[in-house]
């Protein structure tokens, strides 16, 4: 009897010690502080987000990611076209979080833009699910050069979340 109970204390010691060692592992990416990039070498990811985009933002940021014409300069009503999302606009500048945010809410005054500033950007959050944001954001990625995607996953993962 006394082996039995032993044996019992052992085997309880170690799943006790497992789960503890499995505990951990799943906590350790929930406490990363480092935000989350958004990977274009996900092809599933990439393909959804390429459907998505021509259905939701291709008559405003154009087939070819290659935004308006004259995206930097005001139109009349003082608001600016749509910019490119290719590596010619400033998309790439941007870490994940402020690129979703922009896709959620649009873009907010104060927040993701200047003070009064007034875009024709609508907000995608009631529309797309967070999954559809990202598949989209990796298919815009997934046409940037190497360069352009190094730089913008540095600048994801220094921003405090």
């Excluded at 990363?32 to 987000?49: H, K």
Aim: charge should be neutral; aromatic fraction near 6%; charged fraction near 20%.
């Amino acid at each position: 009897m006394a082996i039995t109970v032993k044996k019992a204390g052992v085997i309880t010691g170690v799943l006790g010690a497992l789960a503890l060692g499995a505990g951990l592992l799943m906590y350790k990416p929930l406490t990363d502080s480092r935000p989350a990039f958004i990977d274009p070498s996900d092809q599933e990811l990439v393909a959804n987000g390429q459907q998505i985009y021509a259905n939701n933002c291709v008559s405003c940021h154009g087939a070819k990611l290659e935004g308006q014409p004259d995206w930097r300069i005001r139109q009349a009503n003082g608001r600016l076209p749509a910019p490119p999302h290719d590596e010619t606009g400033h998309t790439w500048h941007h870490p994940d979080t402020v690129l979703i945010d922009i896709t959620k809410n649009g873009l907010v005054p104060g927040v993701t833009a200047p003070p009064e500033y007034v875009s024709d950007m609508p907000a995608y959050g009631k529309l797309l699910t967070d999954h559809d944001i990202r598949a989209v954001l990796a298919y815009i990625k997934s046409s940037w050069p190497k360069q352009a995607l190094a730089a913008q996953k540095e600048i994801t993962q220094q921003r405090p979340q």
